[in-house]
Nanobody, 127 residues
């Protein structure tokens, strides 16, 4: 499976962006999926996770601002990011795995253990 992210860009603080991750195969409810980010000089961080049953979890740093969703008909995972802050600036990656992680497990493990990831899309938030 291949994953392709899009939707990154440069915005001012307080702005919004919507990232999309399109899979090359039918994802249905077969994959644990999520978004993680990595800023220069920092460890990668799970941002939002969606388990195979549709349960969602978020990193504390983005709760109330980011929303993850999935459109199975389009094989696409989305990340709606509102009230963006300069600290949100990073490369954002989509990731997926066929193993049945819970959303909480996926949030913590996607950066190391998920079998599929995209090339990333850059998000830059200026103050």
């Amino acid at each position: 499976m291949q994953l392709a992210e899009s939707g990154g860009g440069s915005v001012q603080a307080g702005g919004s962006l919507r990232l999309a991750c399109t899979a090359s195969v039918d994802i249905g409810n077969q994959y644990s999926m999520g978004w993680f980010r990595q800023a220069p000089g920092k460890a990668p961080e799970g941002v939002a996770a969606l388990d195979r049953d549709g349960v969602i979890d978020y990193a504390d740093s983005v709760k109330g601002r980011f929303t993850v969703s999935k459109d199975n008909a389009k094989n696409t995972l989305y990340l709606q990011m509102n009230s963006l802050e300069p600290e949100d600036s990073a490369m954002y990656y989509c990731a997926a795995d066929r193993r049945p992680y819970s959303a909480l497990e996926a949030l913590g493990r996607m950066t190391e253990y998920f079998g599929y990831r995209g090339q990333g899309t850059q998000v830059t938030v200026s103050s």
